[in-house]
Protein backbone atom coordinates (compact mmCIF):
# COMPACT_ATOMS: atom_id res chain seq x y z
CA UNK A 1 0.00 0.00 0.00
CA UNK A 2 1.30 3.24 -1.00
CA UNK A 3 1.18 6.91 -2.54
CA UNK A 4 3.79 8.30 -4.89
CA UNK A 5 3.76 11.43 -5.91
CA UNK A 6 5.78 12.77 -8.83
CA UNK A 7 5.01 16.05 -11.61
CA UNK A 8 7.27 18.71 -9.56
CA UNK A 9 9.78 20.59 -10.93
CA UNK A 10 11.76 23.98 -11.54
CA UNK A 11 9.48 26.74 -13.05
CA UNK A 12 9.53 29.59 -13.37
CA UNK A 13 6.77 32.30 -11.68
CA UNK A 14 3.45 32.36 -13.19
CA UNK A 15 4.12 29.06 -14.69
CA UNK A 16 2.19 25.70 -14.54
CA UNK A 17 2.45 22.34 -12.86
CA UNK A 18 0.42 19.18 -12.25
CA UNK A 19 1.05 16.86 -9.57
CA UNK A 20 -0.03 13.32 -9.27
CA UNK A 21 -0.65 10.83 -6.19
CA UNK A 22 -0.86 7.37 -7.52
CA UNK A 23 -2.08 5.29 -5.18
CA UNK A 24 -1.31 1.16 -4.81
CA UNK A 25 -3.05 -1.18 -2.71
CA UNK A 26 -6.35 0.69 -2.16
CA UNK A 27 -8.85 2.97 -4.34
CA UNK A 28 -8.61 7.00 -3.79
CA UNK A 29 -12.31 6.60 -4.12
CA UNK A 30 -12.68 5.31 -0.94
CA UNK A 31 -11.42 7.72 1.07
CA UNK A 32 -11.26 11.39 1.50
CA UNK A 33 -7.54 13.04 0.23
CA UNK A 34 -5.56 15.90 0.92
CA UNK A 35 -2.42 17.86 -0.37
CA UNK A 36 0.18 19.37 2.07
CA UNK A 37 3.08 21.07 1.51
CA UNK A 38 6.46 21.59 3.59
CA UNK A 39 8.99 25.07 2.76
CA UNK A 40 12.58 24.64 3.93
CA UNK A 41 12.74 25.15 7.51
CA UNK A 42 9.02 25.50 8.13
CA UNK A 43 6.24 23.02 9.23
CA UNK A 44 3.40 21.46 7.05
CA UNK A 45 0.84 23.50 5.33
CA UNK A 46 -2.52 22.53 4.85
CA UNK A 47 -2.83 23.30 0.53
CA UNK A 48 -5.97 21.64 -0.63
CA UNK A 49 -8.59 18.79 0.31
CA UNK A 50 -10.57 16.39 -2.06
CA UNK A 51 -13.55 14.97 0.05
CA UNK A 52 -14.99 11.65 0.04
CA UNK A 53 -17.29 12.20 -2.17
CA UNK A 54 -14.74 13.34 -5.03
CA UNK A 55 -16.60 15.83 -5.98
CA UNK A 56 -16.59 19.02 -2.68
CA UNK A 57 -13.30 20.46 -2.89
CA UNK A 58 -11.64 23.26 0.02
CA UNK A 59 -8.39 24.97 -0.51
CA UNK A 60 -5.88 27.18 1.61
CA UNK A 61 -7.08 30.70 1.35
CA UNK A 62 -3.01 31.11 0.04
CA UNK A 63 -4.07 28.86 -3.38
CA UNK A 64 -7.67 29.54 -3.47
CA UNK A 65 -8.13 30.34 -7.18
CA UNK A 66 -4.73 28.95 -8.29
CA UNK A 67 -4.92 25.52 -7.88
CA UNK A 68 -7.38 22.72 -8.26
CA UNK A 69 -7.49 19.39 -6.91
CA UNK A 70 -9.48 16.39 -8.75
CA UNK A 71 -9.14 12.77 -9.10
CA UNK A 72 -8.98 9.76 -11.42
CA UNK A 73 -10.83 6.60 -10.08
CA UNK A 74 -9.88 4.72 -13.03
CA UNK A 75 -6.09 6.00 -13.01
CA UNK A 76 -6.57 5.82 -8.88
CA UNK A 77 -4.94 8.47 -8.96
CA UNK A 78 -4.68 12.29 -7.17
CA UNK A 79 -3.76 15.34 -8.77
CA UNK A 80 -3.38 18.56 -7.85
CA UNK A 81 -3.42 21.51 -11.05
CA UNK A 82 -0.87 24.33 -9.99
CA UNK A 83 -1.39 27.87 -12.21
CA UNK A 84 -0.14 31.05 -12.00
CA UNK A 85 3.06 29.68 -9.51
CA UNK A 86 4.84 32.20 -7.01
CA UNK A 87 7.99 32.16 -5.45
CA UNK A 88 6.02 31.42 -2.14
CA UNK A 89 4.45 28.05 -3.56
CA UNK A 90 8.05 26.56 -3.30
CA UNK A 91 8.40 23.26 -1.39
CA UNK A 92 7.99 19.63 -0.75
CA UNK A 93 4.45 18.90 -1.39
CA UNK A 94 2.93 15.35 -0.21
CA UNK A 95 -0.45 13.63 -0.85
CA UNK A 96 -2.27 12.22 2.12
CA UNK A 97 -5.28 9.36 2.67
CA UNK A 98 -7.53 9.91 5.86
CA UNK A 99 -10.32 8.28 7.29
CA UNK A 100 -13.38 10.78 7.62
CA UNK A 101 -14.92 13.38 4.86
CA UNK A 102 -12.44 15.93 4.62
CA UNK A 103 -8.47 15.38 5.54
CA UNK A 104 -7.03 18.83 6.78
CA UNK A 105 -5.08 17.62 9.34
CA UNK A 106 -1.38 18.84 9.03
CA UNK A 107 0.44 15.94 11.28
CA UNK A 108 1.58 12.83 9.00
CA UNK A 109 0.96 10.23 11.23
CA UNK A 110 -2.61 11.17 11.05
CA UNK A 111 -3.28 10.29 7.69
CA UNK A 112 -4.03 6.88 7.06
CA UNK A 113 -1.63 6.51 3.84
CA UNK A 114 0.78 9.04 2.83
CA UNK A 115 3.37 9.78 0.12
CA UNK A 116 6.88 10.33 0.00
CA UNK A 117 6.72 13.69 -1.82
CA UNK A 118 8.11 15.85 -4.90
CA UNK A 119 9.67 18.84 -5.12
CA UNK A 120 8.25 22.01 -6.38
CA UNK A 121 11.10 25.24 -6.80
CA UNK A 122 9.80 28.45 -7.92
CA UNK A 123 12.57 30.43 -8.96
CA UNK A 124 13.05 32.98 -12.05
Known amino acids: VQLVESGGGLVQPGASLRLSCAAS????????MTWLRQAPGKGYEWVAA????????DYADSVKGRFTVFRDNVKNTLYLQMDNLNTEDTAVYFC??????????????????WGQGTQVTVSS
Open 96 to 113: GACSGNVCRDTRPFRYDY
Open 50 to 57: LYRNGEDT
Open 25 to 32: GFTVNDYP
